[in-house]
């Protein structure tokens, strides 16, 4: 099968290592697991340009090039790219595509065929979403933590394994397609037991 595994908090470790960062740099004193919407804004009470504020800082540091892969991803991958054809498709802008390849190459190697930078995350309105570079790729499985991601690539007919995470709890009715898991062991039994 064709499989796209989305970066931050699938395979990077992105918001626990943003949340120490802001409680390091601007004086929070939060854990990822109170982040309860994809929107930062939301989760800490500050302007959007706030958030991106202190997003750009992030990247700007040393600290970005620190984040970790998430628990298991290393395992997974190394599973998967022996029975799947795989991609990366983030929703990070390109202006960091090559902090984003360093850290791939680092803890994964090159397992995929392609990474694809939709830059979603700031310019929702004038990208391309995740689904329609899954549909023009023929992806069966995308593997994501953001709810609305999910849903559009659910609403073109692509199955998602979304990971359960606090930002995603708002998302109680799930369509077919949406399969909830708990993390990284449970991708790879689902995946290897569908090919
Ligand atoms: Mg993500």
Known sequence: MKIAIDVDDVLADFNNHFAQFINT????????????SFRYEESLGCTTKKAYE??????????????????????????LKKHH????ITARQERIAQETLDFLTRHFGVFYSEVVFTGQSREPESRKTKAQACK?????????????????????????LMIDVPWNQHAKE?????????????IVAILNSAQ
Do not use: N
């Not at 600290?63 to 997974?76: H, K, N, S, T």
């Open 25 to 36: 740099h601007f004086g929070y004193s939060v854990s990822s697991q109170e982040f309860f």
């Open 85 to 88: 054809e795989l991609i990366v």
């Open 136 to 160: 023009e790729r023929g992806v069966d499985y995308l593997i994501e933590d953001h709810f609305d991601y999910a849903k559009q690539c659910a609403d073109l007919g692509i199955k998602v």
């Open 54 to 79: 202190m997003v750009d800082t992030f990247f700007a540091s040393p600290d970005f090039a620190e984040i970790a892969p998430l628990i298991g991803a290393v395992e997974g991958v190394e599973e």
């Open 174 to 186: 799930l369509p077919p397609e949406i399969r909830r898991v708990t993390g990284w062991q449970e």
